[in-house]
Antibody, heavy 117, light 109 residues
């Protein structure tokens, strides 16, 4: 059974960079796409972007200028960096496995990131 | 960007009754649509993909239909564990992005 676990700081200051890592267990990270999705409290879901194990990426156009994703296959991990954060970036951030038809079959439990000074 | 609109925002249903949720796309997404269920404090769970194919382990009371711009998720006989928020998600417009609907909350009547 594939499991995903997000990790990273729960509090980030405005204008700084949010950094999260997702660790995949119970299966190999190789040969799959992996996505980040976020959800502000009480609101809907927003796809942030995805990365293939080759390092190829696709980002949500609305966030593209601030997003960087990377993958470390040796550690079965992939990561998200979101720069110049504001309070609007406060949300629960999920990592998820992205299937070949671009939906999400395995999810992490989510991690709350608050942007505040 | 394709906008996904779900209706109603809230659906009040009694246990054992049928629930019908709608999702409309601002342009055709063919059959490239998925449905998710989300309970409070939990990650979403994939229910349906390809508009009508149930994901692994999803009970037969969940069914999806539609194509193009109009989609429906039907829960044939609501169980207590089905009260949750449901989201649709399109993945036809690739690139540049995937988008989710705003969600429908199914609550106990």
């Amino acid at each position: 059974q594939v499991q995903l676990q997000e990790s990273g700081p729960g509090l980030v200051k405005p204008s700084e960079t949010l950094s999260l890592t997702c660790t995949v267990s119970g299966g190999s990270i190789s040969s799959y796409y992996w996505s980040w999705i976020r959800q502000p409290a009480g609101k809907g879901l927003e796809w942030i972007g995805r990365i293939y194990t080759s390092g190829s990426t696709n980002y949500n156009p609305s966030l593209k200028s601030r997003v960087t994703m990377s993958v470390d296959t040796s550690k079965n991990q992939f990561s998200l960096k979101l720069s110049s954060v504001t309070a609007a970036d406060t949300a629960v951030y999920y990592c998820a496995r992205d299937t070949v038809v671009h939906n999400f079959d395995y999810w992490g439990q989510g991690t709350l990131v608050t942007v505040s000074s | 960007e394709i906008v996904m609109t779900q209706s109603p925002a809230t659906l009040s249903v009694s246990p054992g009754e049928r629930a019908t949720l709608s999702c409309r796309a601002s342009q055709s997404v063919s059959s490239n649509l998925a449905w998710y269920q989300q309970k409070p404090g939990q990650a979403p769970r994939l229910l349906i993909y390809g508009a009508s194919t149930r994901a692994t382990g999803i009970p037969a009371r969940f069914s999806g239909s539609g194509s193009g711009t109009e989609f429906t998720l039907t829960i044939s006989s609501l169980q207590s564990e089905d009260f949750a928020v449901y989201y649709c998600q399109q993945y036809n417009n690739w690139p540049p992005s995937l988008t989710f609907g705003g969600g429908t909350k199914v609550e106990i009547k």
